[in-house]
């Protein structure tokens, strides 16, 4: 990251976060063989300078490195099968991002960074009541792209559910640097979201996305039918680079967005 990019950063964190938040970074450090079966690691680097940097520019963020070979053991113990991984931990509140933060998506991760370091969710009242009221576990995995705002939207608003209620388990997947997981998850539309294995294609709004899990929880799996339900259909970083001319190339992984700064 450039003088200019962390400068933002700092003046984001410094006027933002006054909690303590830690971050576990997963990688796989030992080049592998390719496997058709598997994902390269196309981020591991990107995620393991910028997470540095990130952590360098305020008191309140600690950083620890962890090797899915070294660390194998661990690794079965946190359920990490893919990297890169980035762990949020902040209030008793644990955050799991799979993939790179990149493009679109920076801005809604260091906001889920402060959200979980101050341990201050923000959210509609009824929306609060509804989620503080959820007694059964949820497990949620929502699937998002750098490409497109609508994910940023479905990030901030799960992370603000997970910091609030201990029940809510949030993995958050960015897709376009994992085609073959993509395949095998039969992701066609992002952003999506696996809810207790009730899959939902799609954005929907704070109020709507709880009183999803509201049913969810209470065991009614009818899930909500929007037929303008926004939402994209998924691309895979090498596609989405391939389709551009070269005037509209899009952006580097490097090419942060940083927030207020367009």
């Given at each position: 990251m450039d003088n200019q990019i962390k400068q933002g950063i700092f003046n984001h964190l410094s006027q933002s976060l006054a909690g303590q938040v830690s971050l576990d970074v997963w990688l796989q450090n030992k080049e592998k063989i390719a496997r058709i079966d598997q994902d390269e690691c196309l981020h591991c680097k990107d995620v393991k300078e910028v997470s540095k940097e990130i952590s360098n520019l305020h008191p309140g963020i600690s950083l620890t490195y962890y090797d899915l070979e070294k660390h194998a053991d661990r690794a079965i113990d946190a359920d990490i099968q893919v990297h890169?991984?980035?762990?949020?931990?902040?209030?008793?509140?644990?955050?799991?991002?799979?993939?790179?933060?990149?493009?679109?998506?920076?801005?809604?991760?260091?906001?889920?960074?402060?959200?979980?370091?101050?341990?201050?969710?923000?959210?509609?009242?009824?929306?609060?009541?509804?989620?503080?009221?959820?007694?059964?576990?949820?497990?949620?995995?929502?699937?998002?792209?750098?490409?497109?705002?609508?994910?940023?939207?479905?990030?901030?608003?799960?992370?603000?559910?997970?910091?609030?209620?201990?029940?809510?388990?949030?993995?958050?997947?960015?897709?376009?640097?994992?085609?073959?997981?993509?395949?095998?998850?039969?992701?066609?539309?992002?952003?999506?979201?696996?809810?207790?294995?009730?899959?939902?294609?799609?954005?929907?709004?704070?109020?709507?996305?709880?009183?999803?899990?509201?049913?969810?929880?209470?065991?009614?799996?009818?899930?909500?039918?929007?037929?303008d339900s926004p939402s994209m259909p998924y691309i895979s970083e090498q596609d989405a680079k391939k389709m551009q001319s070269p005037a509209q190339q899009v952006a580097e992984p490097g090419k942060l967005i940083i927030p207020g700064r367009d």
């Open positions: 890169p991984t980035t762990i949020l931990r902040g209030n008793a509140r644990t955050i799991k991002f799979i993939g790179f933060w990149w493009g679109a998506l920076f801005p809604a991760f260091l906001d889920l960074l402060v959200t979980i370091g101050n341990g201050i969710p923000v959210m509609d009242e009824k929306s609060k009541k509804i989620i503080s009221a959820i007694d059964k576990n949820i497990n949620i995995d929502l699937f998002v792209s750098p490409f497109e705002n609508l994910s940023t939207n479905q990030m901030i608003i799960l992370a603000n559910f997970a910091v609030l209620s201990k029940k809510i388990q949030l993995t958050i997947y960015e897709m376009s640097e994992f085609p073959i997981l993509a395949n095998k998850k039969n992701i066609s539309k992002l952003p999506a979201m696996d809810i207790n294995n009730n899959r939902i294609d799609g954005s929907l709004e704070e109020k709507e996305l709880a009183e999803q899990l509201e049913k969810i929880a209470s065991g009614n799996t009818e899930i909500i039918v929007k037929l």
